[in-house]
């Protein structure tokens, strides 16, 4: 059996599929190095108590938080063992923040490198991912939660330069902090940084 992609698809316009109709991993070695910044959102939605116990760390699994932070950065790490088509890159830098609110948390990720192709996919993985890990760590006291509005909230770098979406999706103050250069220390004190 042959892959085809679908006749009205106009295959010139689709970098990830041949004139063919089959998929490829797009050659990225004559692209610039340049740094790459990308930013992404994920919304988990519970219950006004679960959110009281998971910024108390009283939930059945412990804290939530520090978790799913890790668990997105590990995410951000692993983008290409995960999506088949995007390229392994060096991360030089990725951060999770949090924002609760009353019955919901909103999941930022940033993440950066140095090289030929973007991280809009490392950033949304790493949202994705963080978000996942809170459903996993509430779900024994809220089976209904859920995860929605994944998106990417902006990316500078590369060819087609900057983007920040303008849609009324995402707040200008809500892009999720830098990493602590190697002379700045992280603050370590907020568990839930703003």
């Known amino acids: 059996m042959t892959d085809k992609i679908a ?7 689709l970098t990830h599929v041949r004139p063919d109709g089959a998929v490829l991993m797009v050659d990225v070695t004559d692209k ?7 930013h992404a959102t994920a919304t988990l939605i519970t219950r006004p108590d679960v959110i009281a116990l998971l910024l108390a760390g009283d939930l059945p699994k412990g804290e939530a938080l520090a978790t799913a932070r ?16 995007c390229h ?8 999770i923040d949090f924002t609760p609110e009353h019955d919901r948390v909103i999941i930022r990720s940033m993440v950066k490198t140095t090289g030929v192709t973007g991280v809009e996919m490392e950033a949304l993985t790493a949202a994705s ?3 996942l890990t809170l459903y996993d760590m509430i779900k024994a006291v809220d089976k209904h ?27 200008p103050s809500a892009a ?3 990493p602590a250069s190697e002379t700045e220390p992280a603050d370590t004190h907020n568990p839930v940084p703003q």
């Open 88 to 95: 392994p890159l060096p991360l030089s830098g990725a951060t």
């Open 32 to 38: 610039a190095v340049t740094k790459r910044v990308a």
């Open 176 to 178: 999720p902090s830098e």
């Open 145 to 171: 939660a859920s995860i929605t509005d994944i998106a990417v909230l902006a990316k500078s770098g590369g060819k087609s330069g900057d983007w920040v979406r303008e849609d009324g999706f995402s707040d």
């Open 70 to 85: 890790v668990a997105g950065i590990l995410g951000a790490k692993q983008t290409s063992n995960l999506i088949p088509l």
């Open 7 to 13: 006749p009205e698809a106009d295959a010139d316009q």
């Open 129 to 131: 991912i963080a978000a």
